[in-house]
Structure formats: structure tokens, C-alpha cells
């Protein structure tokens, strides 16, 4: 009886140290998964504020775009002529406030050289395109335009006017600006770059003559 007694301990003690050895692989496993989610969160974290700030620099540098070319147009020497100079609907390269130094470049280019190790920072690529301005009339309309020196003023038209594209509705005293600011990401968030992994933030606004 005390054989049968001494074995049958010694198998609840093997039983209970089975026990205790998955409880302790099962525990293991729960901290491991817990301790993953935590850190993911705040890699998730971090990625969120570093894209929030990098997002708030490159709204400032188009902003701070947008409000050069205003300054531009407002300058007596070179003004409105000169902003009129600029092709339409060609991306310029914008890297420091001095818009004469423009230079004409491709906007989904991948292999830019200038772009994204160079421009803002060494990281922001800032783009500007002057397009031009398609109006209801040609007709010269004297005082009933804002510019009685504008051949063109009226409605705007849309791209599906059978008038939009000739020559003889352009407003020429109006150009619409047009502002991208991008920069490499881990993601392909920006629709101008299709299959490319870049953020960007847009600005447009439209500037004429007459302030």
C-alpha cells in the first residue's frame, strides 16, 4: 500500500509540474503579446507626430510660397510682367524665396535629381506653376471689368467649355498659382505620384492685376 501510495504522489507531483509549466509558457506568451502591442503602438505613435510635424512644415513652406508670389506681384519693378512671363502649366522648382531663380522641372519625375535630397531642409521639394485663366468673353467690356486695361473678364470657364484652351479667352490679368510641397514617406499618400512613396501638401490661389 505505501509502494502504491509513494507512486501515486510522485504522479500528481509530475502532473502538477506539467501544470505549472504550461501556466508559466502560456503567461510568457501573454506578456510577450502585450509587450509587442505596446511597442507598436507607439512606433505607431511616433510615425503619427512625425508625419503631423513634418505635414506642418511643408504647409508652412507653401504658405510662405503662395504669400512670395503675391509679394512678387506687388513689386513695382518687376510685378504682374513678370509673373505673366512664366509658362503656363509648367512645374518650376521653388527652393528659396528669390523666384528668379525658377527653374523649369517635371512635377512626377522619379528620378529628379534635385528631388527629395536636395531643395528644403535637404528633405522638402517645393514646386510652383502659374496657369493661365480661361474667361466667359473676349470682348473687352470697359469700365464693367475690374481692369479696364483687361481684354478678357467675366465667368470662368471650366475644361469642358468648348471655348477653354483658345487663346483669345485668357485673362491676362489673371493667373491661377498653383503650389506643391512634397517629401519622401513611408506611404504612397500623394495622388501626383502615383506608385511612389510621397506625402505632399497643395496650395492654389488666384492673383490678377489689380490686387
Known amino acids: 500500500m505505501k509502494i502504491l501510495n509513494l507512486r501515486s504522489k510522485n504522479n500528481d507531483l509530475k502532473a502538477q509540474s506539467g501544470q505549472g509549466l504550461v ?17 507598436n503602438l507607439g512606433i505607431i505613435a511616433m510615425r503619427s ?20 508670389v503675391r509679394i512678387l ?14 509658362p503656363s502649366g509648367t512645374w518650376l522648382c ?10 523649369d522641372c517635371a512635377l512626377s519625375d522619379e528620378n529628379d535629381v534635385e528631388e527629395p ?8 521639394v517645393r514646386k510652383v506653376s502659374f496657369q ?21 473678364c467675366g465667368g470662368l470657364l471650366n475644361s469642358g467649355d468648348t471655348n477653354y484652351g483658345a487663346a483669345d479667352y485668357i ?24 506608385g511612389l512613396r510621397r506625402n505632399c501638401v497643395k496650395s492654389s490661389t488666384i492673383l490678377t492685376s489689380w490686387r
Open 73 to 86: 506681384r506687388d513689386d513695382p519693378a518687376l510685378g504682374w510682367s513678370t509673373i505673366g512671363s512664366f
Open 117 to 124: 535630397d536636395a531643395g528644403l531642409e535637404g528633405k522638402y
Open 49 to 68: 507626430a512625425n508625419l503631423a510635424n513634418e505635414r506642418s512644415k511643408a504647409t508652412l513652406y507653401a504658405n510662405e510660397g503662395i504669400e512670395a
Open 171 to 194: 485673362d491676362t490679368c489673371s493667373r491661377q498659382v498653383m503650389l506643391i510641397v512634397y517629401w519622401r514617406g513611408l506611404t504612397k499618400a500623394c495622388q501626383d505620384f502615383p
Open 23 to 39: 501556466e508559466t509558457i502560456l503567461a510568457s506568451v501573454i506578456v510577450i503579446m502585450v509587450v509587442y502591442s505596446l511597442v
Open 132 to 152: 493661365a485663366i480661361y474667361r466667359e468673353s473676349s470682348v473687352a467690356q470697359g469700365d464693367s471689368c475690374p481692369n479696364p486695361t483687361c481684354p478678357v
Open 94 to 103: 521653388y527652393e528659396d524665396d528669390n523666384l528668379s531663380n525658377l527653374v
